[in-house]
């Protein structure tokens, strides 16, 4: 990862924070992009001097992600990996439940991705060896109950991911997709207390299947959706 630079989305979160640190361990350069205004306390330090931290950025908005991704290839020169992270979850069953909810999950989960996308493509293809690696979920492959807003999201992003693999093939871009199942984070031990967390996908694991994707020993990888399980 040394001399790379690195997009994370949603990188003031749980699992997006830890990528963004086990990419700057690495050597990488990170731009951390996220709607929060601000980073958790002592992010930054952990991150040390090559981290470009930008808060309040809506990237549901193609205007706001185009704005993003210009400064950052004006910070570090380049722009080489994509890790689309942003995205959100709800239950809710389809009887009763309301459009808006399936508008939000497209909105946070597919939308996010594909303005990420398209405006780091310029500079992913300029740097020669452009990475997209895009969160999706194992539920997206066979929904629960009250999962349908949120399993029909990420299966628009498993779509993407093929799509733009295959549109990229020949401009030396790979783009592949990880499908988690619960990330061990402290939100999900919240709200599933009596669940065996060792079962769950720790963000380090995951960290680590996303930059094998994101490196140069990848290369030959394209349009995988990589279920990333744990032992759920």
């Not at 949603?10 to 601000?38: I, M, N, Q």
């Amino acid at each position: 990862m040394r001399g790379k630079t690195i997009v994370v989305t949603g990188a003031l979160g749980a699992l997006g924070s830890v990528v963004a640190e086990s990419a700057a361990k690495r050597g990488a350069s990170v731009a951390l992009l996220d709607h929060a205004p601000s980073a958790p306390d002592g992010l930054a330090e952990r991150l040390g001097g090559n981290a470009h931290i930008l808060g309040g950025v809506d990237l549901t908005s193609a205007e706001a992600a185009e704005t993003a991704m210009t400064s950052v290839k004006a910070k570090f020169g380049r722009l080489d990996a994509l890790f689309n992270i942003a995205g959100g979850f709800q239950w809710e069953t389809v009887e009763g439940g309301k459009d808006e909810s399936w508008e939000r999950m497209y909105a946070l989960n597919l939308m996010t991705a594909l303005n990420a996308c398209r405006a780091a493509l310029p500079f992913l293809i300029e740097s020669g060896a452009g990475r997209i690696v895009n969160v999706g979920a194992q539920s997206a492959l066979h929904a629960a109950s009250g999962f349908g807003p949120y399993a029909a999201s990420k299966s628009a992003v498993h779509r993407l991911t093929e799509t733009l693999a295959n549109e990229l093939k020949q401009k030396s871009v790979t783009v592949n997709a990880v499908l988690p199942s619960i990330i061990d984070t402290a939100a999900n031990r919240r709200d599933m207390p009596e669940a065996d967390f060792d079962r769950w996908v720790k963000p380090e694991e995951l960290a680590a299947v996303m930059l094998f994707l994101a490196s140069d020993e990848a290369k030959a990888v394209t349009g995988a959706l990589i279920p990333v399980a744990g032992r759920v």
